[in-house]
């Protein structure tokens, strides 16, 4: 009997890895945060390794993601991420929204939420692993253009309008 699991198991782990996984790879920049917002060299490199592959349309894939379940397991993780943040479609979103995000970064940062424990794990992204220093650098890029978005438009118009009750 527990022969026939283990065959049953090992067959279904074989016929999963023939299920085709739709990638993150869109280049499309026509929203992109770069468009609007200055970002410098540092927190570009920072970007890149700590949060892009979760908060952008275009992921960088490790070599592991091409073993199901594992697949499965980053794709539903990169389509939450994306789902709270994604810098390739921010420009899409009010100025509000955008203000909040940016509002969202710096709280996640400053609490080491983010990058999630679980992308830096076992040193799997060493890159993102961000020291105090570079938290820094990134929590102080999103208030200047969070004080950016201040100066260039009204207040009102930076504060979420209250979901309607239903």
């Given at each position: 009997?527990?022969?026939k699991?283990?065959?049953?198991?090992?067959?279904?782990?074989?016929?999963?890895?023939?299920?085709?996984?739709?990638?993150?790879?869109?280049?499309?920049?026509?929203?992109?945060?770069s468009?609007?917002?200055?970002?410098?060299?540092?927190?570009?490199?920072?970007?890149?390794?700590?949060?892009?592959?979760c908060?952008?349309?275009?992921?960088?894939?490790?070599?592991?993601?091409?073993?199901?379940?594992?697949?499965?397991?980053?794709n539903?993780?990169?389509?939450?991420?994306?789902?709270?943040?994604?810098?390739?479609?921010?420009l899409?979103?009010?100025?509000a929204v955008?203000?909040?995000?940016?509002?969202?970064?710096?709280?996640?940062v400053?609490?080491?939420?983010?990058?999630?424990?679980?992308?830096?794990?076992?040193?799997?992204?060493?890159?993102?692993?961000l020291?105090?220093?570079q938290?820094?650098?990134?929590?102080?890029?999103?208030?200047s253009?969070?004080?950016m978005?201040?100066?260039?438009?009204?207040?009102?118009?930076?504060?979420?309008?209250?979901?309607?009750?239903?």
């Open positions: 009997m527990i022969k699991i283990t065959l049953g198991i090992i067959g279904l782990l074989i016929a999963i890895q023939f299920i085709p996984q739709e990638k993150n790879l869109s280049d499309d920049q026509l929203f992109d945060i468009k609007k917002y200055e970002i410098p060299a540092d927190v570009q490199v920072i970007l890149k390794n700590a949060c892009n592959d908060h952008t349309n275009k992921s960088t894939y490790p070599w592991y993601s091409n073993i199901e379940p594992v697949g499965f397991w980053l539903h993780h990169i389509n939450d991420g994306k789902k709270h943040l994604n810098f390739s479609t921010f899409k979103k009010s100025i955008q203000n909040h995000k940016l509002e969202e970064v710096v709280e996640q400053e609490e080491k939420e983010m990058p999630m424990h679980s992308y830096t794990y076992l040193g799997l992204h060493g890159d993102a692993n020291t105090d220093q938290r820094e650098v990134l929590v102080n890029w999103a208030k253009q969070m004080a978005l201040k100066a260039t438009y009204p207040a009102d118009s930076l504060k979420m309008k209250p979901r309607p009750k239903s």
